[in-house]
């Protein structure tokens, strides 16, 4: 069962630029998937959309049974509560320690603190950082601070993991870590999880789904791919 499905969409900005164009794309359930290309290939776009950061200016973009083209302002949150997202930029709450800032997605909405002290122990023990729960971010290391932002991700159990560049300020051996992390929560709890990366070695190893786009058209489409089966399509 398809969890996401991109139906002939369009993206054009303000100015006239076409990000994405006559977009078609179905991602199951379960599935790890790389979105791959250059600066300004769509990929950024793409991943926005899921998320409803952008809408598109054409076509339909399917999220959970939900139309998010179609999505008022006012209801966003309510696709955004289905969501986990990581960015590249960590956006941790510099003033809460480990333990609040993935805390602080479950006060958002409303749980309990008796339900939210359970989830937030066992989404940080995921991530290998139970022993830092009273830690700040600015005492942890930058790989530190995306496995906290992976555990805010995933502590409400999302059915999609949304990853836009999380590896993208972290050096190779600390990506390697990071992506193993996602790899194992898409293994073990079954959750979908949309990379965009540039990170060639990454993709290489994981011999995942990876989806290229260049100039906004999706021009390749491999099941177990690598940058270089991309190169040499």
Do not use: W
Not at 27 to 55: D, H, N, P
Not at 56 to 62: D, F, L, Q
Not at 152 to 159: G, T, Y
Not at 169 to 176: F, G
Request: aromatic letters at 6%; a positive charge.
């Amino acid at each position: 069962m398809s969890l996401i499905e991109v139906k002939n969409c369009f993206k054009v900005y303000n100015n006239g630029v076409t990000a994405v164009a006559d977009l078609n794309l179905s991602i199951q359930k379960g599935e790890f998937v790389f979105v791959i290309g250059a600066s300004g290939s769509g990929k950024s776009t793409l991943i926005k959309m899921l998320y409803r950061e952008e809408r598109p200016t054409k076509g339909s973009v399917i999220v959970g049974g939900i139309n998010v083209a179609k999505l008022r302002n006012s209801k966003v949150y309510k696709l955004r509560r289905k969501l986990g997202i990581v960015f590249q930029d960590f956006k941790l709450l510099p003033k809460l320690t480990v333990y609040e800032n993935v805390a602080f997605a479950l006060e958002a909405i409303g749980m309990k603190s008796e339900e939210i002290r359970p989830k937030v122990l066992k989404s940080l023990e995921s991530v290998g950082l139970k022993d830092k729960i009273r830690s700040f971010p600015n005492q942890l290391s930058g790989g530190e601070q995306q496995r906290v932002c992976i555990a805010r991700a995933i502590v409400n159990n999302p059915k999609l993991l949304i990853c836009d560049e999380p590896t993208g300020n972290l050096d190779p051996k600390i990506s390697k870590e990071i992506v193993n992390i996602l790899d194992k929560i898409n293994k073990e709890s079954g959750t979908t999880i949309i990379m965009a990366t540039h990170d060639k070695e990454i993709v290489n190893r994981m011999k995942k789904r990876v989806i290229l786009l260049e100039n906004g058209i999706l021009t390749s489409d491999y099941m177990k791919g690598s940058y270089k089966a991309h190169e040499s399509n």
